[in-house]
């Protein structure tokens, strides 16, 4: 564990020094123009561009995602949860978030995205999931998204951000999918281009809270490589599937 917390302490360090050289390298920083809200309250908002794609509620529920159902007994932990998150990213100015956890199959993509929704419940904060789990994204599969632009596309330059965003029909929430698995993604997440992405994603609204879902961080080194540009993490331990020193 030791040498992973050298290992980001040292990428947090190059990121920063490439960050203050320039930010001409890799994808330009485009602002989306495909969301209309009122400047004082974003109770309301309105998606011009983006795809709405209703979710079907049998298929959720089989994924484990509730944060969409307000009345499910679950959804008050999801809320709990809301609640200590956001106190903490306000009280240090954050507005990125990664979801990780020691081992695979510990719940991190079901927690991310139930996060999310109960995120976009309040009317004082927008939400964006992206999934960065490029060799495993699960985040279209578990929602039950159907096949279409998303961040394979973006990254290829074929499609803008806005064109590949989706709203899942609860307002005040976008999600950017990833579709298909990436060759050498920890080389992408530790690109130039993904640097001005998430520099995109953080800044146009101030209101808005990313969540970005990671890979498992002792399975390879994708999680590492990405951690570094994003603010704080939150890290989903799976109930008897990781060991004190794992964790």
């Known amino acids: 564990m030791e040498r992973i917390k050298h290992a980001v302490e040292k990428a947090r360090r190059l990121h920063a020094d490439s960050m203050a050289g320039s930010m001409d390298g890799g994808m330009p920083v485009q602002r989306p123009r495909n969301i209309i809200a009122s400047n004082s309250d974003i109770g309301t908002v309105h998606y011009r561009h983006t795809r709405v794609v209703p979710l079907a509620a049998e298929h959720l529920e089989q994924q484990r995602i509730i944060g969409h159902d307000k009345s499910?007994?679950?959804?008050?932990?999801?809320?709990?949860?809301?609640?200590?998150?956001?106190?903490?990213?306000?009280?240090?100015?954050?507005?990125?978030l990664a979801v990780t956890s020691p081992n695979a199959e510990a719940g991190k993509t079901t927690v991310a995205i139930n996060l999310?929704?109960?995120?976009?419940?309040?009317?004082?904060?927008?939400?964006?999931?992206?999934?960065?789990?490029?060799?495993?994204?699960?985040?279209?599969?578990?929602l039950g998204l159907p096949e279409h632009l998303s961040l394979n596309d973006v990254l290829d330059g074929s499609a803008s951000v806005p064109e590949a965003l989706v709203n899942p029909d609860l307002p005040r929430l976008v999600v950017l999918p990833t579709q298909r698995p990436l060759a050498h993604p920890a080389e992408i997440l530790s690109s130039a281009k993904i640097d001005n992405l998430i520099a995109e994603l953080r800044e146009y609204y101030d209101t808005r809270i990313v969540i970005f879902d990671l890979p498992p961080l002792l399975n390879t080194d994708d999680a590492i490589a990405v951690l570094p540009k994003i603010d704080c993490v939150l890290l989903v331990v799976g109930e008897g599937m990781s060991s004190k020193r794992e964790i």
């Open 72 to 96: 499910h007994p679950a959804s008050p932990a999801f809320d709990l949860l809301r609640t200590q998150v956001l106190q903490k990213m306000d009280e240090n100015g954050w507005r990125t």
């Open 116 to 142: 999310a929704m109960s995120i976009a419940h309040q009317t004082q904060k927008t939400a964006m999931l992206v999934d960065f789990d490029l060799r495993k994204p699960r985040v279209s599969e578990y």
